[in-house]
């Protein structure tokens, strides 16, 4: 055998090793770990959870007599192709057969609800792409707050406090006299406790905000990142 022939079938082999061993271990050369968005694709329409942003207001609201479909796919831990294209019953998080809702609310059709108990009120939301149900920080207007909930949110959510009137008034002219800079952090060094604010209106959503302690200061991530006088700790105590 020449010094060619030699080296081909050397590399045939190598080729084949190699092959060997992505199939044993599962993956291929061209696979990776996936960051996925949080989403679901039903009816050819991605819809993606909004963390700590949009929060059902009312659990009644949700329309769990029918479900409007339910995943099919849990795409997580499945696929290693960042070049998957989703299809419909796919979902990023969710295990297969996990039920889709909607609301009763047929003014807010570009919404899904998913039942998940570590979500204030029992509910995770997911909004179509550009659709107007998009909860962000530049919509929510204090003066038309009607109710604000204080919840710890580890190790699940729990209310603490239900705020109301003149003690809910008093919550808020705190925030507005927090001095607005985006480069205020919590002190590094310190174990922080989180707690989320749920802000109540007349939509069938509310907006959840987080309120972090750093034993010394408070931290207020609303439109601004707020350092929050120390007198908002008896609203969570």
Not at 164 to 185: C, H, N, P, V
Request: with cysteine; net charge negative.
């Amino acid at each position: 055998m020449n010094d060619l022939r030699r080296w081909l079938l050397y590399g045939v082999i190598m080729l084949l090793l190699i092959s060997l061993s992505a199939c044993r271990s599962g993956k291929t050369e061209f696979e990776t770990e996936v960051d996925w968005v949080d989403f679901i694709m039903l009816d050819q329409t991605m819809y993606t959870h909004l963390p700590h942003r949009g929060i059902i207001a009312d659990p009644s609201q949700v329309a769990t007599e029918t479900p409007i479909g339910f995943t099919t796919f849990e795409i997580s831990g499945n696929v290693h192709h960042a070049g998957y294209q989703p299809k419909d019953g796919d979902a990023a998080f969710l295990p297969a057969g996990t039920a889709l809702y909607g609301l009763n609310n047929q003014s807010e059709p570009a919404v899904i609800a998913v039942e998940d108990p570590a979500e204030v009120n029992g509910f995770k939301l997911y909004a179509a792409e550009h659709s107007a149900f998009q909860p962000n920080a530049e919509e929510l207007d204090l003066s038309k707050v009607i109710r604000i909930d204080i919840y710890q949110r580890n190790p699940s959510p729990k209310r603490l406090r239900e705020l109301t009137g003149a003690e809910m008034k008093g919550f808020i002219r705190l925030l507005e006299k927090g001095q607005a800079d985006s480069m205020d952090q919590p002190d590094s060094s310190a174990v922080l406790t989180y707690y989320d604010v749920i802000f109540y209106g007349i939509k069938p959503y509310a907006f959840s905000r987080a309120l972090a302690d750093d034993g010394r200061d408070f931290i207020f991530y609303g439109k601004n990142v707020r350092k929050v006088s120390a007198d908002i700790r008896k609203f969570v105590e």
